[in-house]
């Protein structure tokens, strides 16, 4: 079965810094990719997501994410940190394009932007 | 337009007892999915609605859970005779169509459980 990895719990960065949260994953076939933020109090929003085509794929807040194949990666990444970036963040997993319960989460990491 | 609401917010409850969670999904949206969100793990995929098909069990973790969505909209969460490892947030999405990764799935803000 497909897993996702977060290695890290938390991570760290000065705002207007660039930051980088880290996702590997492993799945037979094709991997179908996602990103999706938690914001305190709010329920997760969609970021991002990579399904064919280019590497690298752009979502919204100006966040983006570049598939590596070889390293099994999917590491989600901004060029200028911004404190309201702070929030919990979901990397996601799936390998069947047309099943409802396929898609895997992460455990989650804690982005925290200081001023 | 409204997103996924989901009450109550926080529900604390005492060993033994049954708890019922509710969803509203987005109007107009045929797919609804319950999801568990417990402390340092990620989401655990709970159960699925689609329309008027029988629905997606697969995921409930033991038949102390059970959920019914009533008319194709909102939809309930039960769990009887609450165990303290069910603590967790409880977390409800909605999609235009379900069953594809091509369609986004909406979240609630979810429903923290609390058993004593």
């Known amino acids: 079965a497909q897993s996702v990895a977060q290695p890290e719990d938390q991570v760290n960065v000065a705002e207007g810094n660039p930051l980088t949260v880290k996702c590997t994953y492993s799945?037979?076939?094709?991997?179908?990719l996602f990103w999706y933020v938690q914001y305190p109090n709010r329920g997760l929003q969609f970021l991002l997501k990579y399904i064919t085509g280019d590497n690298l794929v752009k979502g919204s807040y100006g966040f983006e994410a570049e598939f590596n194949k070889s390293q099994t990666s999917f590491h989600l990444k901004k060029p200028s940190a911004l404190v309201s970036d702070s929030a919990l963040y979901f990397c996601a997993v799936s390998a069947v394009r047309e099943s409802p319960n396929d898609m895997r989460f992460g455990a989650g990491t804690r982005l925290t932007v200081k001023p | 337009g409204a997103g996924v609401s989901q009450s109550p917010s926080n529900k604390v409850t005492e060993k033994g007892k049954d708890v019922e969670l509710r969803c509203d999904p987005i109007s107009g949206h045929t797919a609804l999915y319950w999801y568990r969100q417990s402390l340092g793990q990620g989401l655990e995929f709970l159960i699925y609605f689609q329309g008027n098909s029988a629905p997606d069990k697969s995921g409930l973790p033991s038949d102390r859970f059970s959920a019914e969505r009533t008319g194709g909209s909102v939809s309930t969460l039960t769990i009887q005779r609450t165990q303290q490892e069910d603590s967790a947030v409880y977390l409800c999405?909605?999609?235009?169509?379900?069953?594809?990764?091509?369609?986004?799935?909406?979240f609630g803000p979810g429903t923290r459980l609390t058993v004593l």
């Open positions: 999405a909605s999609s235009l169509v379900g069953g594809s990764i091509y369609n986004e799935q909406f």
């Open positions: 799945v037979s076939g094709n991997p179908y």
